[in-house]
């Protein structure tokens, strides 16, 4: 059973940066992809950013191209996404989540029925 834990929301400006990690529980992420995904309230939940095991591989949402980056380090079991030039519709829920990396998730990695586990929430707030 893998444990996602997510850190490092808050309150910013518009304009400004946060980063956030996603800590797992297992020694290892052989063969895991991992993702970012975010709520509003009102809305579902919705892709934000995706890495494969080795990070050779990342894919991200046109919302968020250009200003987040998402990446991770396998020897500490952690996964961030750096987010700059935040905007006030960057306020949600963010959710990390992981899968093993397959053919299926390569061509299904938007869609949250794909991942296994979840972490918690981290709420990102950006004021105007």
């Known amino acids: 059973q893998v444990q996602l834990v997510e850190s490092g929301g808050g309150l910013v400006q518009a304009g400004g940066s946060l980063r956030l990690s996603c800590a797992a529980s297992?020694?290892?992420?052989?063969?895991?992809?991992m993702s970012w995904f975010r709520q509003a309230p009102g809305k579902e939940r919705e892709f934000v950013a995706a890495?494969?095991?080795?990070?050779?591989?990342?894919f991200y949402a046109d919302s968020v191209k250009g200003r987040f980056t998402i990446s991770r380090d396998n020897a500490k079991n952690t996964m961030y996404l750096q987010m700059n030039s935040l905007k006030p519709e960057d306020t949600a829920v963010y959710y990390c989540?992981?899968?093993?990396?397959?053919?299926?998730?390569?061509?299904?990695?938007?869609?949250?029925?794909?991942?296994?586990?979840w972490g918690q929430g981290t709420q990102v707030t950006v004021s105007s």
């Open positions: 989540a992981t899968t093993p990396v397959s053919s299926r998730w390569y061509s299904r990695r938007y869609h949250p029925s794909v991942y296994d586990y």
């Open positions: 297992e020694r290892t992420f052989s063969g895991y992809a």
């Open positions: 890495i494969n095991w080795s990070a050779a591989n990342t």
